[in-house]
């Protein structure tokens, strides 16, 4: 998968299948998450257009699906409610340049330090939210309401036992459309909360004024869209490269987003990223080049501007059925085996990441928070030193950082005041005040009258010492 | 010789996996192929709940443990492949690429409902696979 040749062409047929099935899906979930921001259809499904053929063409990872999503979708939709639709725009133009200079800065390797429990927690949130998103539509429901929706939801899990080919929300929606149609029953449809696009998407500045006041507005929602955007984009890539058993170039891909995103908000679309599902629905039928992306894409605003009218008759509940399939599979269903067999600090990272995003409405906050939780817990628990005493030797097991000079330090006092050698065979001194505290006890020590040497410092070790030394003897 | 062994840490699996031994051990030259698949969809979930990939290696062969411990007490030669993918179409793929002479499978899976409701991959494996079959009961 290295040449553009094999990137694009070397899958034609499983490409253009896989393709096809993959803009199928992507509608009823880019209706969904239009309606979980509160705005047009034709926001969330031009974004999936724009999103899916610029990725194919920019992005880092052939064969993963990007569009409008529930991810991005919930970061905007109090930024809708308070300032409307313009500024979401705005925001995903931000979102797309922030995006690229961050992809330019190698963005990727900084995935490296979100662990699996923050990331655990911010699938499980995002599942559980757009569950919740849901509510609405079902909570002082009819009971058609009720009858709809949990039909559809049987049906998106059981037809997939017969067939496989065709992604079953949509054989589910085409089947409760048309019955719902037939009997005439009077259920809230698309149709009543927007209008279907019916033509291509068009370029237009968004209409806002460009103040700072309103530069201030926008900039933390779009901070948060980038981080959110590139963390699922980023798993998705990793997940992707796992299954195919190829590589892809994550910051290329960070870029790509980017890119996509910019050129998105300018043409009438809410902020998008990669979908972990859709992109495993490519990957199952057989898709695995940049064409898939760039088919599904074509394939989806093909579809929408022929059947825009037969889209909008589809009736709510059918749309609420398959989206709290979606957030089913969103969640991660084997997070609660992992709370049991998971270390504490881990288990408890992963709960504190989705209680934060619960709370604050606010995926990237929790991330963050969580990210910055586990480093703590990180260097709590490798700040335990031990002092194992041999004779004389008094051997240091654990490094000295700034977390454990105290412990240094008490472990330390609590030895007679003879001679003695302190050996760091098994540890080292990482910062100033590391090599602060030796120094200050070596020299507390001399001036009792005992005699300490220091053995087996490592090279960086020593550096930081001799170069304490140095400057406290000035 | 290649006998290839279709596993998914069943019961039938393993005495597929036995029976496979057996035979090899009585043909000269003959060498069992160990085969798992991973779904596409376990992949997934498998994903944030492993600290790292070496973990997923050695969690997904463990399922070939038992037969292990089979062949070389028979001192048979062994090959472990880790498939991802659709179950039967990956191991017909692998059947056909590989050229096994033989492929042993289990009468049923793990989960008796899949077989009601899914049509079993030992089914489909026996209908569609290009080389010979033997089910173990």
Redesign the interface.
Known sequence: MNTFQQQWFGNVRGDILAGIVVGLALIPEALAFAFIVGVDPRYALYASFTMAVLTAIFGGRPGMISAATGAMALVLVSLVANHGVEYMLAATILTGIIQWILGLCGVAQLMKFVPNSVMLGFVNALGIMIFMSQLPYLIGGTIPTYTYAIVTLLLVYIIPRFIKSIPAPLIAIILMTTIAIWSGVSLQTIGDLGTMPSTLPAFLLPDIPLTLETLFIILPYAFALSIVGLLESLLTAQVLDEMTDTESDKNKEARGQGIANTVNGFFGGMAGCALIGQSIINVKSGGRGRLSTFVSGIFLLFLILILGDAVARIPMPVLVGVMIMVSFTTFNWGSFRFLQRAPRTESLVMLMTVLIILYTHNLAIGVVIGVLLSALFFVANISKLTIERNGTIYRIHGPLFFASTTAFMNEMRKYPSDDFIVDFQDSALWDESAANTLWKWVTQCKARGVQVEVINLNERSSALYEKWNEEVGK | MKIGVAMDGSFHAERAAKYAIELASKIEGARVELLTVVT??Q?????????S?GTLEVQRKKVFKRAVEWAEEANVELKQTVL???PSKMIMQYAEAVNLDLLVIGSRGLNALQEV??GSVSQKLVKHIGCPVTVVK
């Open positions: 596409y969809d992949m997934k979930k498998e994903h944030l709940l492993t600290p990939h991802k993918g659709d409701v899914l």
